[in-house]
């Protein structure tokens, strides 16, 4: 299964995705974790990315596709991949494309985890007093929103387009919302 999940940040896309992970035995690809990672270990890529992430804006798009292809061409990722925080605008989303069509691993299906708003902040303020992660300040997610809103939603519309997107309802307990998210993911790949 080559599977992108969609949300707007505080959506719940990386408890989900955790959940995939072990549900479909394909591993949990998450651009903002491997920027983090390179921001905890101080390589030159981190110290380049820190300031860009602590500002709720985007990393460069090389900076983002280079890691992206180091870790999703790795053996673990043969078999199929959950994709968390990738593609992020359009022009990755034409990336995504021709890096998967490189290494012949076409995407089956985009999934994108529908939050009103309202909710998404009260979400983001829980997690950051329990995770205590530098850009879920109120001031950073309010500029994370309006650059998914302006950025990343059109990635969903590109889906929809060619006919690969799936909506579902991100709204309650994280076990109903995995289960909407199994249900809409197309059978033959999840052997349901
Ligand atoms: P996330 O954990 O997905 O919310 O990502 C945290 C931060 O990492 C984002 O606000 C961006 O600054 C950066 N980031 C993660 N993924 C991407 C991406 N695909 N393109 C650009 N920046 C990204």
């Known amino acids: 299964m080559r599977l992108v999940l969609l949300g707007a940040p505080g959506s719940g896309k990386g408890t989900q995705a955790a959940m995939l992970k072990a549900a479909l035995k ?16 101080g390589t030159p890529l981190g110290l380049k990315a820190k ?7 985007l990393v460069s798009d090389d900076i983002v596709l280079g890691m992206l ?10 078999g199929g991949f959950i994709l968390d925080g990738y593609p992020r605008n359009v022009a990755q989303c034409e990336a995504l494309e021709r890096l998967l ?3 012949g691993q076409p995407l089956d299906i985009a999934v994108k985890l ?3 708003s309202e909710l998404i902040v009260d979400r983001i303020a829980g997690r950051a007093a329990a995770e205590g992660r530098k ?8 500029e994370r929103l309006r650059v998914y809103a302006e950025q990343t939603a059109p990635v969903a519309e590109h889906f929809g387009t060619i006919g690969r997107l799936r909506i579902v309802d991100g ?9 909407r998210i199994l249900a809409a993911l197309p059978g033959e790949l999840t052997g349901a």
């Open 26 to 41: 394909v591993p949990h690809i998450s651009t903002g974790d491997l920027l983090r990672a390179a921001v905890k270990a």
């Open 51 to 57: 300031a860009v992430m602590e500002a709720g804006k």
């Open 69 to 78: 292809e180091e870790r999703i061409t790795q053996p673990d990722a043969d």
């Open 101 to 103: 069509a490189r290494i």
């Open 114 to 116: 529908k939050v009103p």
């Open 135 to 142: 850009d879920d300040t109120p001031e950073t997610v309010r």
């Open 171 to 179: 709204v309650g307990d994280v076990d109903a919302v995995f289960k």
